[in-house]
C-alpha cells in the first residue's frame, strides 16, 4: 500500500507541476504592459526589433492600402509615432480613437503592429494623458 500512495503524491506534484507550466504560458502575453507612445520613444533603443505592446490615440486620419495595409500616427502624452498596421482595422477607427497595438519598432522609427485593439478610452485615460487636444 505503500508504494501506491507514493505513485499518488508522484501524480498530483507532475499534474500541478503541468497545470502550472500551462497558466504561465498561457498568461505570459498578457503579463507584458502596453507602453505609451514617450515611453517607448524614451526605450527605443533598448526596444528595437522586439515585440513591443503600444497603447495610444489615432492621430490624425486612417490611410489604406490596396493590400489592405493601415498607416497612421499615434499619439500619447505629447509624442507620436508613425503605425503600419496590417492587422484588420475597423472602418470606423479615426482621430481621437483610443488603440492598443501589438507589433514592433522598426530600424527607421515605424512601428509595424500586427494586431489593433480598440478601447474605452476614459479607462486609460490616466496612463495615457488627455485625448489630444482638436481631436
Known amino acids: 500500500m505503500k508504494s501506491t500512495s507514493?505513485?499518488?503524491?508522484?501524480?498530483v506534484a507532475m499534474l500541478i507541476l503541468a497545470l502550472a507550466s500551462l497558466a504561465v504560458l498561457l498568461l505570459r502575453p498578457g503579463l507584458n504592459p502596453y507602453l505609451?507612445?514617450?515611453e517607448l520613444l524614451a526605450r527605443g533603443s533598448e526596444l528595437r526589433g522586439r515585440h513591443v505592446r503600444l497603447a495610444g490615440y489615432v492621430m490624425g486620419s486612417v490611410s489604406h492600402t490596396v493590400s489592405g495595409v493601415a498607416t497612421f500616427r499615434v499619439?500619447?502624452?505629447?509624442?507620436?509615432?508613425p503605425v503600419v498596421c496590417t492587422d484588420v482595422v475597423p472602418p470606423t477607427l479615426s482621430n481621437g480613437d483610443a488603440v492598443l497595438l501589438d507589433g514592433e519598432l522598426g530600424e527607421d522609427a515605424v512601428f509595424r503592429a500586427h494586431r489593433l485593439?480598440?478601447?474605452?478610452?476614459?479607462r486609460y485615460k490616466e496612463?495615457?494623458?488627455?485625448?489630444?487636444?482638436?481631436?
Open 36 to 38: 505609451s507612445v514617450d
Open 117 to 122: 485593439l480598440t478601447q474605452c478610452a476614459a
Open 127 to 135: 496612463r495615457l494623458g488627455d485625448r489630444p487636444v482638436g481631436r
Open 75 to 81: 499619439e500619447a502624452r505629447g509624442s507620436s509615432l
Open 6 to 11: 507514493w505513485r499518488h503524491y508522484v501524480a
